[in-house]
């Protein structure tokens, strides 16, 4: 498959020349030193309203060559827990190629959870708007790009074991990026009261913690799933510290405070 643009010139230009310079135009101008991150939790909205979440996030890491990108399904097609095996994404940037050696890796460990399944992955823009600036941060990129449907928690936990259990078989350094935005169209102080209860167990790297407090208290965190999974490698992985870059708002952009989307990035080492 080769896995054309679904929200170029929507969510970000679809200019590589005017891309480039909205990608650099987001990134900080300094800051402190760039960590080995093991993942990052960052948003997925228009450029306009997440994007300075997304680079100050980003530019917080040292973007190895290889990358495993978990999003959530907002169009339900194909299988719960879909990956892709081979191909490339053609992005404004230049193609990137689908790491087809880790993916098997995944796979290998949990065969009957994840499911190569190339459906998913066509019209979903949670993972495409993160490429453009992991291709500014990496030159050399290569993505494992999993697309999630709704799955239970025990699930999320095997799914976050086999990521894990890949990654130290590759024995190459590989980042883990969960994409998501938190609270949907409620007001700002609602939103953000919410999101808060969300925010405090990502910091406290307690997947099972936020996947039931995101369900308790009916929190419209579109990326739970992800989120849970990406912690839970994270984990098994050796994570000991997450870090809350910015939190914001899609009011900061559009002025309207009485029905925002929350918008959060974490790196995690």
């Known amino acids: 498959m080769i896995r054309i643009p679904a929200v170029a010139n929507q969510f970000y230009p679809g200019n590589a020349a005017l891309l480039r310079e909205t990608v650099a135009g987001l990134m ?28 100050q996030t980003f530019a917080r890491v040292d973007v190895p060559r290889d990358v495993i990108i978990l999003g959530p399904n907002h169009h339900g097609r194909g299988a719960q827990a879909a990956i892709m095996r ?8 230049g193609r990137v190629p689908v790491n087809g050696e880790l993916a098997d890796a995944i796979l290998r460990h949990r065969p009957g959870l994840i499911t190569v399944d190339e459906s ?12 453009p600036f992991l ?34 078989e590759y024995a190459r350094p590989v980042l883990v990026v969960a994409s998501t935005d938190m609270t949907h169209y409620e007001s700002r102080e609602t939103a953000s009261r919410k999101d808060r209860l969300a925010l405090d167990l990502i910091r406290g790297l307690d997947p099972d913690g936020l996947y039931q407090t995101v369900a308790a208290n009916r929190i ?25 870059v910015r939190y914001t708002d899609s009011g900061e952009a559009s002025g309207d405070t009485a029905q925002v989307v929350g918008y959060a990035g974490f790196v995690i080492e």
């Open 28 to 55: 900080p101008a300094a800051g402190p030193p760039k960590k080995k991150a093991l993942a990052v939790v960052v948003p997925h909205a228009g450029y306009i309203y997440s994007g300075g979440v997304a680079a």
């Open 86 to 93: 081979e191909g490339s994404w053609e992005m404004p940037l």
């Open 120 to 131: 998913a992955h066509r019209l979903e823009h949670s993972l495409e708007v993160q490429i």
């Open 135 to 168: 291709q500014y941060m990496q030159p050399e990129l290569t993505l494992v790009p999993l697309v999630l449907g709704t799955l239970a928690l025990a699930r999320c936990r095997e799914a976050g074991t086999a990521i894990a259990a890949a990654v130290r």
């Open 220 to 244: 419209s965190m579109c990326g739970i799933i992800p989120t849970t999974i990406a912690l839970a490698a994270a984990i098994e992985l050796g994570a000991r510290h997450a870090e809350l």
